[in-house]
């Protein structure tokens, strides 16, 4: 049986934050790891600090909350074809839906697939569309 990675006590030095965030994320890596997608300054400086990172290709691209949408969407239309190439969908998933505008769409906004978010939310959570 598997234990839970320990956490990382309020007060503890921020010395050990590294070596502890490095050890989750090697946690939650495997051999079925496609690509990394970094999420926002923090998943970047996260990635980057990873020294233990596996090798397969790695995206950095604005968060979905990011306030530049201009930036937001450049980025995003950018690198989702490179994404494409090298995740592979998820059973029943669709690579070749359209890819982003220069403005957003009621299109754009599809709901989460309920197996890609926690247990217990509520079912309207992921659905803004």
């Known amino acids: 049986m598997r234990r839970a990675a320990p956490r990382l006590a309020v007060g503890q030095p921020a010395a050990r934050v590294p070596a502890w965030r490095n050890h989750l994320l090697d946690e939650i890596t495997g051999p079925e790891l496609q690509a990394i997608v970094a999420f926002g300054a923090n ?30 969407l450049d980025r995003w239309r950018t690198e989702l074809p490179n994404i494409r190439q090298v995740v592979r969908p998820d059973p029943g998933g669709d690579a070749t839906e359209p890819n982003y505008g220069t403005t957003f769409t009621e299109s754009d906004y599809a709901p989460v697939p309920p197996a890609d978010l926690p247990f217990g939310l509520p079912s309207w959570v992921g659905d803004d569309s």
């Open 43 to 72: 998943a970047r400086a996260a990635l980057h600090l990873w020294d233990t990172a596996p090798q397969v290709p790695a995206f950095e691209i604005p968060h979905p909350s990011a306030h530049d949408t201009a930036n937001l």
